[in-house]
């Protein structure tokens, strides 16, 4: 990493006190006075740990990087683009239009710098949770529903009936479904990694007989 970037990372590391990584995440997101971000994040974490159990994904895997998905909550959205390019990442199109969809690999990079994740399969599920990404695993999966079930804004979530009816059909139609409620809607920035986990998901459910209902969503 660029010695610019390990300087604005400097920022946002803190030393952790608690003894378990959900103690640590909530003191780390108090302390840049993001407690509601840390209620969400442990919502998240408890519904990707049940999902992961009900499909037979690790469990534990799942809950760690619900618990992180959203850690990056302590960078402003103004900042996101000086420290993707301060740490050598590439920025998208649709990132320099939106910077708050750096927030998925920006919670990766701080649990891995931060809270010291190096499991790639966590890091994958905490960079993907909002977009998801045309090579998802069934990991990637668990979290970037349990992050649409556990809706985070003050109004229920419009689309969690069929998205919650489609689970019992298959991860793949509980996310095609959101992603044609999501795509059908006023999306301002399609992202591109959404735009091929959408159509891998279409192909996906094609190939295996079921057919998505279309709907429309701002992305979280």
């Known amino acids: ?14 030393p952790l006190q608690g003894k378990t990584l959900t103690e640590q995440m909530v003191q780390y997101l108090e302390a840049f006075d993001h407690a509601e971000t840390a209620v969400h994040n442990l ?4 519904e990707a740990k049940g999902l992961a159990e009900r499909f037979q994904v690790n469990a534990d895997k799942a809950y760690s990087a619900g618990l992180l998905h959203d850690v990056s909550v302590v960078i402003p959205n103004d900042q996101r683009i000086a420290l ?6 590439p920025i998208l199109d649709a990132e320099r239009q939106a910077p708050f969809l750096l927030h998925q690999q920006q919670s990766a990079l701080l649990a891995k710098t931060v809270f010291q994740v190096s499991d790639p399969e966590i890091l994958s599920a905490i960079s993907c949770h909002t977009t998801l990404k ?33 689970l019992d059909d298959s991860l793949e139609s509980a996310a095609g479904y959101y992603m044609d409620w999501l795509f059908a809607g006023d999306l301002v920035v399609p992202h591109p990694w959404a735009v091929a986990a959408k159509a ?21």
């Open 84 to 89: 993707q390019i301060a740490v050598g990442e």
């Open 200 to 220: 891998k998901l279409a192909n996906t459910l094609m190939s295996e007989g079921t057919k998505p209902k279309r709907h429309g969503l701002q992305l979280e």
């Open 1 to 14: 990493m660029k010695q610019a970037g390990q300087r604005q990372l400097a920022t946002y590391t803190l």
């Open 134 to 166: 045309a090579q998802y695993s069934r990991l990637d999966l668990i979290v970037f529903l349990a992050d649409k079930i556990k809706w985070d804004r003050k109004d229920q979530a419009p689309f969690l009936t069929g998205l919650l009816e489609r």
């Open 43 to 46: 919502a998240v974490a408890q």
